[in-house]
């Protein structure tokens, strides 16, 4: 009985010492340092239950690397990461500390931007796509450019969405930024998806 007290008494010392970094594990992406999809999706539906209170407008911005496949056939992996973790930085330093920054998924990267608009959303995100597309060979792990499309969406304050259909509105405003050449903002709002 003792020495099963001793080793629980041990493994909670043990669990305590190193809660920290299993919540970073858990929490983040390993590549890149930023908030995972798990996390990112709890966020998400925190800050909808909160809007859905207090009715505030907040807005969602996506961030898709183009072509990062051919990145990946022709360097290899091992450039790819170092683009991805590249990328990752380059947005990480744009945004404010309110902002909360994932890794989506691939090269797919999502900031969720509370209390802003979609006027405020484009304003973080052109600067974005701006300085991504300056990052060099020495950065990027190969000649470059990098380029990303980006789409944001406003969830205005009288909306009501699932994490589903909000993911899905601002995927719709990069898929256009896609369709309309690459290395764009394209924003969308309540009003226009309603059309």
């Given at each position: 009985?003792?020495?099963?007290?001793?080793?629980?008494?041990?493994?909670?010392?043990?669990?305590?010492?190193?809660?920290?970094?299993?919540?970073?594990?858990?929490?983040?992406?390993?590549?890149?340092?930023?908030?995972?999809r798990h996390y990112l999706i709890e966020?998400?539906?925190?800050?909808?239950?909160?809007?859905?209170?207090?009715?505030?407008?907040?807005?969602?911005?996506?961030?898709?690397?183009?072509?990062?496949?051919?990145?990946?056939?022709?360097?290899?992996?091992?450039?790819?990461?170092?683009?991805?973790?590249?990328?990752?930085?380059?947005?990480?330093?744009?945004?404010?500390?309110?902002?909360?920054?994932?890794?989506?998924?691939?090269?797919?990267?999502?900031?969720?931007?509370?209390?802003?608009?979609?006027?405020?959303?484009?304003?973080?995100?052109?600067?974005?796509?701006?300085?991504?597309?300056?990052?060099?060979?020495?950065?990027?792990?190969?000649?470059?450019?990098?380029?990303?499309?980006?789409?944001?969406?406003?969830?205005?304050?009288?909306?009501?969405?699932?994490?589903?259909?909000?993911?899905?509105?601002?995927?719709?405003?990069?898929?256009?930024?896609?369709?309309?050449?690459?290395?764009?903002?394209?924003?969308?709002?309540?009003?226009?998806?309603?059309?």
């Open positions: 009985m003792l020495f099963r007290s001793i080793s629980f008494g041990l493994f909670g010392y043990l669990l305590g010492l190193n809660a920290e970094k299993i919540e970073v594990l858990v929490l983040h992406d390993k590549l890149t340092g930023l908030y995972n966020h998400m539906e925190q800050l909808l239950a909160l809007h859905k209170r207090y009715k505030k407008r907040s807005s969602l911005i996506m961030i898709d690397l183009d072509h990062f496949k051919r990145v990946n056939d022709l360097y290899g992996h091992i450039i790819g990461d170092q683009a991805l973790k590249a990328v990752a930085e380059c947005v990480r330093q744009h945004c404010r500390a309110s902002d909360v920054l994932a890794r989506h998924g691939g090269e797919e990267f999502i900031i969720i931007c509370s209390d802003s608009n979609i006027q405020e959303s484009r304003q973080l995100a052109e600067p974005i796509r701006e300085s991504v597309e300056q990052l060099r060979s020495e950065t990027l792990g190969f000649p470059g450019p990098q380029t990303v499309s980006i789409g944001a969406y406003e969830l205005s304050s009288d909306e009501e969405l699932s994490v589903d259909q909000l993911f899905s509105r601002v995927d719709k405003a990069l898929y256009r930024a896609k369709e309309e050449g690459r290395n764009k903002v394209v924003i969308s709002t309540q009003e226009q998806v309603e059309k």
